[in-house]
């Protein structure tokens, strides 16, 4: 019985999570256009939601799973409090984000540079599905046994 | 007393019996290890893997001075974000194979081998004609587009099927 509680490899699980990276990315494309649509991201100064069009919306897609296969590796560690270890999982990406990719594309730490506090509020208010989508996702594919 | 030991002989001769079910069950399971839902997550990632290698091998020919030229430009631009829509093209032809895999696991290598020719369908019957170079891209390219096309995308389906195998393990 222990045997088949742990079916599941960890190569398998990383691939699973690949995946769900991929729809937790998708969540985030579509809150953006929820947060554009309510008038909220317009509040905060941003001007368009992340875009649909081809072959732009790849790149978070697969960024998505990307960092869903990083999720992958510690899933079954976190398997008793997936949700909220899920929940706060959109921190990593984040923290590349703030820390790494926006001051390399010039718009500094945080993006503060780019659109001030608020741009920064954005980020992370239009990522906060990220996470959690991927776990439950995750949570769907691989069952009740990582 | 005699009903206790009735119960008691019973219990002593289901054992190995039920020892045995309970292998026979755990050999059902294991070769069911995966669902229908980890299958096709996982060959997505395989799908991705397959698209990496067709933009490799693209190199490859390139670098062989083997290069045709049409509407598709090859070798495949490693620029963002251009580079990430044939992975994750790949990665939704990964779950197609990921819905017959299981059918076709004790061929997986053959089946793999050939899926390519469903992409390269799509590709010369649909999206070709769809982007305007017409039926196989040979409106805006010669006959030997398409065999050159399918030349790169050759290691598609095969490193898929191996991915897949490597990934799920002996039973689908």
Known sequence: MNAMQTTLTLMQRAAICFAAGVAGALAVVLFSHLLFASGISPALGVKAPVSLKSPDIYKPLFWGGLWGILFGLFIKTAWDRLYLIGFLYVLAPLLALFLFFLPKSGAGFFGLQAGGPMFTLYLVLVNLPFGIVTALVARAIIGKNP | ?172
């Not at chain 2, 590709?123 to 790169?152: I, Q, S």
């Open chain 2, 1 to 172: 007393m005699n009903t206790m030991n009735l119960s008691q002989e019973t219990k002593i001769n289901d054992g190995p019996t039920d020892k045995r079910r309970q292998e026979a069950s755990m050999e059902d399971k294991d070769s069911t290890a995966t669902t229908l839902s980890q299958r096709l997550a996982i060959s997505f990632a395989a799908g991705v893997v397959g698209a990496m290698a067709v933009v490799i091998a693209s190199y490859v020919l390139s670098w062989l001075g083997l290069v045709v030229k049409g509407p598709i430009p090859f070798p495949i631009a490693l620029k963002s974000p251009g580079i990430y829509q044939p992975l994750f093209w790949g990665g939704l032809w990964g779950l197609l194979f990921g819905l017959l895999m299981k059918p076709a696991w004790k061929r997986l290598y053959l089946v793999g081998f050939l899926y390519v020719l469903a992409p390269m369908l799509a590709t010369f019957l649909f999206f070709l004609p769809m982007g305007g170079a017409g039926l196989f891209g040979l409106k805006h390219a010669g006959p030997l587009f398409p065999f050159y096309v399918l030349l790169v995308n050759l290691p598609f389906g095969i490193v898929i099927a191996l991915v897949a195998r490597a990934l799920i393990g002996k039973h689908p």
